[in-house]
């Protein structure tokens, strides 16, 4: 399928699902197919996500990323720091994470961390 008619995506804590397909119909029972199969999928979701965890594997469009994970710190007097600096506060942005890496290479980014 080269060029789509229909494109869905949606967001599910922080997951995206990208759903594509030349016409509406076609787009319906794909997703209905989903629906069907969702105890599958999230179970292979987790799965691949364990895998990932586990191996210290972070995609990239280069095939490689940084795994060293962030420092939250013994100190609670600031922000959690990286080998870049101070992590960006993005608490307000309601994002999956509350602190990310400045380094502006996003092939070189250390690891999210989460204070939630």
């Known amino acids: 399928m080269e060029n789509p008619g229909i494109w869905a995506s949606f ?19 794909l997703v209905q197919g989903w629906a069907e199969s969702l105890d599958d999928i999230q179970t292979a979701l987790a799965d691949v996500k364990q895998g990932i965890v586990a191996k210290g594997i972070f995609t990239n469009s280069a095939g490689k990323g940084n795994s060293t994970p962030a420092s939250t710190g013994a100190k609670s007097d600031g922000p959690p720091r990286c080998k870049h600096g101070e992590m960006k506060d993005l608490t307000a942005k309601n994002y999956k994470s509350t602190h990310y890496c400045p380094e ?9 961390v989460n204070l939630r």
């Open 11 to 29: 967001s599910v804590n922080g997951d995206l699902f990208n759903f594509k397909a030349n016409s509406g119909p076609e787009l319906a029972e």
């Open 104 to 112: 502006k290479d996003r092939d070189s980014q250390c690891p999210p």
